[in-house]
């Protein structure tokens, strides 16, 4: 019976992915989500229900536009089967709550920044508006955790990435800021705390592979929404082993 569950979460994080990939389309091109339906960019045909199953429908129709051959990016089923996945293990880790719900939500809404960061170096107000409405809701739900944990958490990711842009002369982007601070009202502080040292990692280890790969130079400017993201998400499965590690650690 529990699997069954686990497949169901993992569909409708692959419906949400599906909606996602609108979302990253649209919103840096200014353009409305609801209107019109989805549609091939190339020829403009309309997708019909069968088309729009997500990942699914990717493979039967073997990556390309049912009217025009046009082909379809692999951006597409990626975000979906990625979203899923991400749904199950966080279903997995906290059980239907509440609190696994606003996990959820964060999710999503990184899974849209970090697409968009990537191909469009920018982190849309809109997303990071709709992600902070999202985190007063839940806070209110989960008003039992307690608040100021969470405004802590808000101030303080803002506040960092703040103070490391203004030491920096704007080494740090606006939207990467304002992405913290939405972090911290989901996470709390200390886990705000993790994401950012875990998120600085990355980014030096994604920032010399792509180096070594040639695929960016050291002038090149590189998105750090997508290593924000990746970290938030590590520190919210296993953020408070690694502080306890840590913990244990200095102790001796
Ligand atoms: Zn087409």
């Known amino acids: 019976m529990m699997y069954l569950q686990y497949i169901l979460v993992f569909i409708f994080g692959t419906i949400i992915g599906s909606f996602l990939n609108v979302?990253?389309?649209?919103?840096?091109?200014?353009?409305?989500?609801?209107?019109?339906?989805?549609?091939?960019?190339k020829c403009g045909h309309k997708l019909k229900p069968v088309d729009?199953?997500?990942v699914l429908s990717y493979i039967l129709l073997k990556g390309r536009c049912r009217h025009c051959g046009e082909k379809i990016s692999i951006r597409y089923p990626a975000v979906e089967f990625l979203t899923g996945f991400i749904f199950f293990i966080i279903f997995y880790h906290f059980g239907l709550s509440i609190k696994a719900l606003s996990y959820i939500f964060l999710s999503a809404v990184l899974v849209a920044i970090t697409f968009i960061d990537i191909e469009h170096k920018i982190i849309p107000n809109?997303?990071?508006?709709?992600?902070?409405?999202?985190?007063?809701?839940?806070?209110?739900?989960?008003?039992n955790y307690g608040i100021l944990d969470y405004v802590i958490g808000f101030a303080l990711g803002g506040g960092i990435l703040l103070l490391i842009s203004i030491i920096s002369g704007g080494g740090m982007g606006g939207g990467d800021i304002k992405l913290m601070a939405l972090i911290g009202l989901f996470v709390g502080w200390k886990l705000t705390l993790t994401t950012l040292f875990?998120?600085?990692?990355?980014g030096a280890i994604g920032g010399i592979i792509l180096i070594i790969l040639k695929v960016k130079t050291r002038k090149d400017y590189i998105p750090f929404g997508p290593?924000?993201?990746?970290?938030?998400?590590?520190?919210i499965l296993y953020g408070y082993d690694l502080l306890n590690l840590y913990i244990g650690y200095i102790r001796g």
């Open 198 to 202: 875990i998120a600085v990692l990355l």
């Open 23 to 41: 979302v990253i389309y649209r919103i840096p091109r200014k353009e409305s989500i609801v209107y019109p339906p989805s549609h091939c960019t």
């Open 227 to 235: 290593y924000i993201s990746m970290a938030c998400l590590i520190s």
């Open 52 to 54: 729009l199953f997500p």
């Open 126 to 143: 809109k997303i990071i508006l709709t992600g902070l409405i999202g985190g007063i809701i839940f806070r209110v739900l989960l008003y």
